[in-house]
Protein backbone atom coordinates (compact mmCIF):
# COMPACT_ATOMS: atom_id res chain seq x y z
CA UNK A 1 0.00 0.00 0.00
CA UNK A 2 3.11 2.50 0.75
CA UNK A 3 4.90 1.62 -2.53
CA UNK A 4 1.48 2.08 -4.29
CA UNK A 5 1.17 5.63 -2.76
CA UNK A 6 5.05 6.20 -3.17
CA UNK A 7 4.96 5.24 -6.65
CA UNK A 8 1.85 7.55 -7.20
CA UNK A 9 3.30 10.37 -6.18
CA UNK A 10 6.64 9.99 -8.16
CA UNK A 11 4.14 9.91 -11.06
CA UNK A 12 2.87 13.01 -10.08
CA UNK A 13 6.09 14.52 -9.82
CA UNK A 14 7.44 13.28 -12.93
CA UNK A 15 4.14 14.56 -14.58
CA UNK A 16 4.52 17.92 -13.56
CA UNK A 17 8.38 18.05 -14.19
CA UNK A 18 7.70 17.16 -17.60
CA UNK A 19 4.49 19.91 -17.90
CA UNK A 20 7.40 22.42 -16.79
CA UNK A 21 9.78 21.02 -19.42
CA UNK A 22 6.82 21.34 -21.78
CA UNK A 23 6.03 24.81 -21.31
CA UNK A 24 9.89 26.16 -21.32
CA UNK A 25 10.47 24.85 -24.36
CA UNK A 26 7.52 25.71 -25.71
CA UNK A 27 8.49 29.43 -24.77
CA UNK A 28 12.02 29.04 -25.76
CA UNK A 29 10.91 28.05 -29.29
CA UNK A 30 8.83 30.95 -29.55
CA UNK A 31 11.42 33.01 -28.43
CA UNK A 32 13.81 32.05 -31.05
CA UNK A 33 10.76 32.40 -34.06
CA UNK A 34 10.05 35.76 -32.89
CA UNK A 35 13.55 37.11 -32.56
CA UNK A 36 13.79 35.89 -36.13
CA UNK A 37 14.40 39.62 -37.69
CA UNK A 38 16.72 40.75 -35.06
CA UNK A 39 18.95 37.34 -35.90
CA UNK A 40 19.52 38.45 -39.25
CA UNK A 41 22.06 40.91 -38.31
CA UNK A 42 23.96 38.83 -36.44
CA UNK A 43 23.85 36.12 -38.63
CA UNK A 44 25.55 38.87 -41.32
CA UNK A 45 27.90 39.42 -38.42
CA UNK A 46 29.17 35.47 -38.27
CA UNK A 47 29.67 35.57 -41.99
CA UNK A 48 32.39 37.96 -41.84
CA UNK A 49 34.28 35.14 -40.37
CA UNK A 50 33.15 32.69 -42.82
CA UNK A 51 36.81 32.56 -44.29
CA UNK A 52 40.46 32.91 -43.12
CA UNK A 53 41.39 36.01 -45.03
CA UNK A 54 41.58 38.98 -43.13
CA UNK A 55 38.77 40.18 -40.97
CA UNK A 56 37.08 43.53 -41.55
CA UNK A 57 36.91 45.10 -38.74
CA UNK A 58 35.10 48.44 -39.99
CA UNK A 59 32.04 46.02 -41.54
CA UNK A 60 32.18 44.48 -38.15
CA UNK A 61 31.80 47.62 -36.29
CA UNK A 62 28.65 49.02 -38.83
CA UNK A 63 26.63 45.98 -38.21
CA UNK A 64 27.27 45.75 -34.76
CA UNK A 65 25.98 49.36 -33.91
CA UNK A 66 23.14 48.26 -36.58
CA UNK A 67 21.93 45.62 -33.93
CA UNK A 68 20.81 48.41 -31.13
CA UNK A 69 24.20 48.13 -29.37
CA UNK A 70 25.78 51.09 -27.97
CA UNK A 71 29.08 52.59 -29.38
CA UNK A 72 31.07 51.80 -26.15
CA UNK A 73 29.46 48.13 -26.14
CA UNK A 74 30.68 47.99 -29.74
CA UNK A 75 33.67 48.61 -29.31
CA UNK A 76 34.98 46.50 -26.09
CA UNK A 77 33.48 43.94 -28.52
CA UNK A 78 35.92 44.30 -31.39
CA UNK A 79 39.12 44.47 -28.58
CA UNK A 80 37.79 40.97 -27.71
CA UNK A 81 38.15 39.63 -30.82
CA UNK A 82 41.36 41.32 -31.58
CA UNK A 83 42.89 39.85 -28.79
CA UNK A 84 41.49 36.59 -29.66
CA UNK A 85 42.51 36.70 -33.09
CA UNK A 86 46.16 37.15 -31.82
CA UNK A 87 46.07 33.49 -30.08
CA UNK A 88 44.31 31.64 -32.93
CA UNK A 89 42.63 31.39 -36.24
CA UNK A 90 39.31 32.89 -35.51
CA UNK A 91 35.95 30.64 -36.99
CA UNK A 92 32.14 31.68 -37.05
CA UNK A 93 31.56 29.23 -33.56
CA UNK A 94 34.45 31.11 -31.72
CA UNK A 95 33.20 34.64 -32.39
CA UNK A 96 29.38 33.18 -31.93
CA UNK A 97 30.98 31.88 -28.49
CA UNK A 98 32.51 35.16 -27.92
CA UNK A 99 29.65 36.96 -28.27
CA UNK A 100 27.47 34.71 -26.07
CA UNK A 101 29.40 34.89 -23.10
CA UNK A 102 30.04 39.18 -23.22
CA UNK A 103 26.40 39.57 -23.97
CA UNK A 104 25.60 37.14 -21.14
CA UNK A 105 27.85 38.88 -18.74
CA UNK A 106 26.53 42.12 -19.25
CA UNK A 107 23.25 41.12 -18.85
CA UNK A 108 23.76 38.87 -15.33
CA UNK A 109 25.67 42.42 -14.23
CA UNK A 110 22.56 44.16 -13.86
CA UNK A 111 19.94 41.31 -13.29
CA UNK A 112 17.49 40.84 -10.54
CA UNK A 113 14.48 38.44 -10.94
CA UNK A 114 11.55 40.16 -10.08
CA UNK A 115 10.29 38.85 -7.46
CA UNK A 116 6.72 39.75 -5.16
CA UNK A 117 7.20 37.68 -2.58
CA UNK A 118 9.92 39.33 -1.28
CA UNK A 119 7.43 41.70 0.03
CA UNK A 120 5.97 39.58 2.36
CA UNK A 121 3.02 40.49 4.47
CA UNK A 122 2.82 43.83 3.00
CA UNK A 123 0.72 45.85 0.01
CA UNK A 124 2.33 45.13 -3.39
CA UNK A 125 2.70 48.34 -4.89
CA UNK A 126 3.89 48.41 -8.84
CA UNK A 127 3.56 51.43 -11.07
CA UNK A 128 4.10 51.19 -14.64
CA UNK A 129 5.35 54.25 -16.69
CA UNK A 130 6.00 54.51 -20.20
CA UNK A 131 5.86 56.65 -23.60
CA UNK A 132 2.23 56.07 -25.85
CA UNK A 133 2.41 52.80 -28.23
CA UNK A 134 4.91 51.07 -25.63
CA UNK A 135 2.49 48.10 -24.87
CA UNK A 136 2.25 49.28 -21.59
CA UNK A 137 -1.35 48.45 -20.29
CA UNK A 138 -1.41 45.49 -22.71
CA UNK A 139 2.01 44.50 -20.23
CA UNK A 140 0.38 45.41 -16.92
CA UNK A 141 -2.88 43.00 -18.00
CA UNK A 142 0.05 39.95 -18.79
CA UNK A 143 1.59 40.39 -15.62
CA UNK A 144 -1.63 40.68 -14.07
CA UNK A 145 -2.39 37.48 -15.33
CA UNK A 146 0.82 35.51 -13.89
CA UNK A 147 -0.15 36.79 -10.47
CA UNK A 148 -4.38 36.80 -10.53
CA UNK A 149 -4.22 33.29 -8.68
CA UNK A 150 -1.66 34.22 -6.03
CA UNK A 151 -2.98 37.54 -5.14
CA UNK A 152 -6.14 39.15 -4.96
CA UNK A 153 -4.99 41.86 -7.35
CA UNK A 154 -6.44 45.31 -8.05
CA UNK A 155 -5.83 47.37 -11.21
CA UNK A 156 -5.72 51.14 -11.28
CA UNK A 157 -6.14 53.31 -14.27
CA UNK A 158 -4.04 56.68 -13.39
CA UNK A 159 -4.67 57.80 -17.15
CA UNK A 160 -8.28 60.37 -16.43
CA UNK A 161 -7.38 62.36 -19.35
CA UNK A 162 -8.47 59.39 -21.62
CA UNK A 163 -11.62 57.36 -21.49
CA UNK A 164 -10.11 55.49 -23.80
CA UNK A 165 -7.14 54.30 -21.99
CA UNK A 166 -9.97 53.68 -19.14
CA UNK A 167 -12.04 51.45 -20.92
CA UNK A 168 -8.64 49.32 -22.34
CA UNK A 169 -7.67 48.58 -19.13
CA UNK A 170 -11.29 48.03 -17.82
CA UNK A 171 -11.66 45.17 -20.49
CA UNK A 172 -8.57 43.28 -19.48
CA UNK A 173 -9.08 43.49 -16.04
CA UNK A 174 -13.11 41.75 -16.97
CA UNK A 175 -11.53 39.60 -19.37
CA UNK A 176 -9.13 38.24 -16.65
CA UNK A 177 -11.29 38.34 -13.68
CA UNK A 178 -9.80 41.25 -11.97
CA UNK A 179 -10.77 44.07 -9.56
CA UNK A 180 -10.35 47.65 -11.54
CA UNK A 181 -10.39 51.23 -10.31
CA UNK A 182 -10.47 54.35 -12.56
CA UNK A 183 -11.82 57.07 -9.81
CA UNK A 184 -14.98 56.53 -11.42
CA UNK A 185 -14.49 57.83 -14.62
CA UNK A 186 -16.12 55.35 -16.62
CA UNK A 187 -19.25 55.71 -14.87
CA UNK A 188 -18.57 59.70 -14.28
CA UNK A 189 -21.89 61.73 -15.80
CA UNK A 190 -20.93 64.93 -14.63
CA UNK A 191 -17.58 66.20 -16.05
CA UNK A 192 -15.71 65.67 -12.29
CA UNK A 193 -12.50 63.98 -13.08
CA UNK A 194 -10.32 63.37 -10.02
CA UNK A 195 -6.28 63.56 -10.55
CA UNK A 196 -4.22 60.70 -11.02
CA UNK A 197 -2.51 61.21 -7.91
CA UNK A 198 -5.67 60.92 -5.73
CA UNK A 199 -6.89 57.77 -7.79
CA UNK A 200 -3.63 56.12 -6.78
CA UNK A 201 -3.98 57.17 -3.50
CA UNK A 202 -8.07 55.94 -3.44
CA UNK A 203 -7.28 52.64 -5.19
CA UNK A 204 -4.92 51.56 -2.25
CA UNK A 205 -7.71 51.99 0.53
CA UNK A 206 -10.38 50.66 -1.78
CA UNK A 207 -10.20 47.16 -0.38
CA UNK A 208 -8.37 45.93 2.63
CA UNK A 209 -8.28 42.62 0.87
CA UNK A 210 -6.24 43.72 -1.80
CA UNK A 211 -2.55 42.55 -2.05
CA UNK A 212 -1.02 43.41 -5.37
CA UNK A 213 -1.60 46.90 -7.04
CA UNK A 214 -1.17 47.03 -10.41
CA UNK A 215 -0.80 51.09 -11.53
CA UNK A 216 -1.19 52.09 -14.73
CA UNK A 217 -0.27 55.57 -15.75
CA UNK A 218 -1.43 57.43 -18.29
CA UNK A 219 1.06 57.23 -21.58
CA UNK A 220 3.10 60.36 -22.37
CA UNK A 221 5.74 61.72 -24.16
CA UNK A 222 9.22 62.84 -22.24
CA UNK A 223 8.86 66.09 -23.14
CA UNK A 224 5.25 66.88 -22.02
CA UNK A 225 6.48 68.14 -18.39
CA UNK A 226 2.78 68.38 -17.58
CA UNK A 227 2.56 65.03 -17.75
CA UNK A 228 6.12 64.12 -16.16
CA UNK A 229 5.13 66.45 -12.89
CA UNK A 230 1.88 64.21 -12.83
CA UNK A 231 3.71 61.03 -12.44
CA UNK A 232 5.95 62.19 -9.90
CA UNK A 233 2.75 63.52 -7.84
CA UNK A 234 1.41 59.70 -8.02
CA UNK A 235 4.73 58.89 -7.03
CA UNK A 236 4.47 61.56 -3.98
CA UNK A 237 1.27 60.40 -2.90
CA UNK A 238 2.33 56.43 -2.96
CA UNK A 239 4.82 57.19 -0.62
CA UNK A 240 2.34 59.48 1.84
CA UNK A 241 0.93 55.78 2.12
CA UNK A 242 3.98 53.89 2.99
CA UNK A 243 7.57 55.33 2.12
CA UNK A 244 8.56 52.08 0.85
CA UNK A 245 5.86 52.52 -1.95
CA UNK A 246 5.71 51.66 -5.16
CA UNK A 247 7.94 49.16 -4.45
CA UNK A 248 8.28 48.80 -8.19
CA UNK A 249 8.34 51.36 -10.58
CA UNK A 250 8.41 50.08 -13.97
CA UNK A 251 9.07 51.28 -17.65
CA UNK A 252 7.81 49.69 -20.18
CA UNK A 253 9.47 50.28 -23.46
CA UNK A 254 8.73 49.64 -27.64
CA UNK A 255 12.16 47.53 -28.64
CA UNK A 256 11.58 48.64 -32.10
CA UNK A 257 12.32 52.68 -31.67
CA UNK A 258 16.52 51.26 -30.82
CA UNK A 259 18.85 54.16 -29.44
CA UNK A 260 15.87 56.27 -28.69
CA UNK A 261 15.20 54.00 -25.58
CA UNK A 262 17.91 55.43 -23.54
CA UNK A 263 16.40 59.11 -23.35
CA UNK A 264 13.37 57.80 -22.50
CA UNK A 265 15.12 55.93 -19.43
CA UNK A 266 16.88 58.72 -18.33
CA UNK A 267 13.98 60.80 -18.86
CA UNK A 268 11.68 58.76 -16.77
CA UNK A 269 14.66 58.22 -14.44
CA UNK A 270 14.39 61.64 -13.37
CA UNK A 271 10.76 61.99 -12.28
CA UNK A 272 10.92 58.48 -10.48
CA UNK A 273 13.03 56.22 -9.06
CA UNK A 274 12.97 53.23 -11.77
CA UNK A 275 13.56 49.99 -10.46
CA UNK A 276 13.27 47.35 -13.60
CA UNK A 277 12.34 47.90 -17.36
CA UNK A 278 9.95 45.63 -19.75
CA UNK A 279 11.19 45.54 -23.37
CA UNK A 280 7.74 44.71 -25.94
CA UNK A 281 7.68 44.22 -29.18
CA UNK A 282 11.01 42.50 -29.74
CA UNK A 283 8.70 40.32 -32.36
CA UNK A 284 8.88 43.24 -34.92
CA UNK A 285 11.65 45.18 -36.25
CA UNK A 286 13.83 45.42 -33.54
CA UNK A 287 17.51 44.43 -33.08
CA UNK A 288 18.10 42.54 -29.94
CA UNK A 289 21.18 44.63 -29.05
CA UNK A 290 19.05 47.12 -27.25
CA UNK A 291 18.54 45.17 -24.71
CA UNK A 292 22.34 44.63 -23.80
CA UNK A 293 22.55 48.43 -24.25
CA UNK A 294 20.02 49.29 -21.68
CA UNK A 295 21.28 46.93 -19.67
CA UNK A 296 24.85 47.80 -20.23
CA UNK A 297 24.22 51.37 -19.94
CA UNK A 298 21.52 52.48 -16.91
CA UNK A 299 22.10 49.26 -14.58
CA UNK A 300 18.43 48.48 -14.11
CA UNK A 301 17.11 44.76 -14.75
CA UNK A 302 15.35 43.89 -17.51
CA UNK A 303 12.55 41.46 -15.46
CA UNK A 304 10.12 40.59 -18.60
CA UNK A 305 10.75 40.89 -22.55
CA UNK A 306 7.06 40.95 -24.92
CA UNK A 307 7.56 39.10 -28.21
CA UNK A 308 3.82 39.52 -29.20
CA UNK A 309 0.29 40.31 -27.86
CA UNK A 310 -1.00 37.32 -26.07
CA UNK A 311 -1.14 36.88 -22.07
CA UNK A 312 1.35 33.81 -22.72
CA UNK A 313 3.72 36.40 -25.33
CA UNK A 314 5.43 37.79 -21.77
CA UNK A 315 8.21 36.12 -19.81
CA UNK A 316 10.40 36.68 -17.00
CA UNK A 317 13.33 37.57 -18.58
CA UNK A 318 16.18 35.32 -18.87
CA UNK A 319 20.03 36.67 -19.84
CA UNK A 320 21.19 33.00 -21.29
CA UNK A 321 18.26 32.06 -23.09
CA UNK A 322 17.35 35.98 -24.62
CA UNK A 323 20.82 35.47 -26.37
CA UNK A 324 20.88 31.65 -27.19
CA UNK A 325 17.38 32.63 -28.90
CA UNK A 326 18.92 35.53 -30.37
CA UNK A 327 21.91 34.16 -31.97
CA UNK A 328 21.09 30.39 -32.85
CA UNK A 329 17.51 31.26 -34.47
Known amino acids: MIFTIFKKKEKQILEQDASQNIEKKTWFQKLKERLGLS???FHKIFNIFSSSGDINYDEFETLLLETDMDYDLTRMLIEKVKDLSKTQSITQNDVKDLMKSFMIEILESNHKVFDLDQYANEKKVIMFCGINGSGKTTSIAKIASLYKNKFKTLMICCDTFRAAASAQLSFWAKSLEIDFFDG????NQDGKVLSPSTVA???LDLNENNELFLIDTSGRLTTNQNLMQELKAI???LKKKNA?????????LDGTMGQNLH???E??????NLTGLIVTKLDGISRGGIIVSLSHKHKLPIYFIGIGEKESDINFFSSEEFVNGL???
Open 39 to 41: SLI
Open 184 to 187: GLSE
Open 201 to 203: YKG
Open 235 to 237: DRV
Open 244 to 252: SYPQESILV
Open 263 to 265: NQV
Open 267 to 272: AFKEVT
Open 327 to 329: LDS
